[in-house]
């Protein structure tokens, strides 16, 4: 029935931390969020599957294990691992969930972005219930020459999405061609960089605004 597809109660998330960082980082860093947003939600956070294979960009700010998703070249435009990333998200997805929507942080963003279009494109998480949004930090699009990043972004992206974009932040520019990819996102502009930013007055509303659109879901 209609009824029965709604979000009940707090929708829960599954969070995908940044490059060569964990879960428990991203953890912390959300928790700088005022308690009336964290308390609308049901997180859950885990760690990517692969140890990280080099330097990490926190050491010395959080404490190891640190862990990466997949592995790519410079520009971002060869994967590797990314086909048995995608098989251990949903494996998660299917064994933990089901969950409403997709949280990303940097290499996490960039793959909650792409996985509404890779799931209504039947490439990935066919075996979970549609993600009803995502909520992107610092995220950019996926190197184009590749087939699974096309069916990632074409047609547009309907689910609702809230993006943090800040223009100190090396990945703005493909952070910014991401909203096109998406039908109505939202976004909240900060100052703060590569960084899951604090939610000051007005980044508040927006995020109040979003969790009411998604409410009705």
Not at 18 to 44: C, M
Not at 173 to 184: A, D, M, R, T, Y
Request: hydrophobic fraction near 40%; charge should be positive; charged fraction near 20%.
């Amino acid at each position: 029935m209609k009824r029965e597809s709604k979000i009940q109660s707090k929708p829960k998330i599954l969070c995908l931390h940044g490059y060569r960082t964990s879960g428990a980082i991203l953890k912390k860093q959300i928790e700088k969020w005022p308690n009336s947003v964290l308390h609308q939600f049901d997180f859950h956070f885990i760690d990517a599957p692969f140890p990280s294979q080099g330097k990490s960009e926190v050491e010395g700010i959080y404490n190891p294990p640190y862990f990466e998703w997949f592995q790519h070249n410079k520009d971002m435009t060869g994967y590797e691992n990314f086909e048995s990333c995608l098989e251990f998200i949903e494996n998660y997805m299917v064994k933990h969930g089901p969950f409403d929507g997709l949280l990303g942080f940097s290499q996490g963003g960039m793959l909650a972005a792409a996985f509404p279009g890779l799931q209504a494109k039947g490439v990935a998480l066919t075996k979970v219930p549609k993600i009803k949004f995502v909520i992107i930090i610092s995220g950019s699009k996926l190197g184009l020459p590749s087939l699974v990043a096309q069916k990632a972004y074409a047609p547009s992206i309907s689910c609702p999405s809230l993006h943090f974009l800040s223009e100190k932040d090396f990945l703005m520019p493909s952070g910014l061609k991401l909203l096109e990819s998406f039908v109505e996102p939202l976004v909240i502009s900060h100052p703060k960089g590569h960084a899951v930013p604090r939610l000051d007055e007005k980044s508040l509303k927006i995020v109040e605004g979003f969790i009411q659109r998604i409410s009705k879901l």
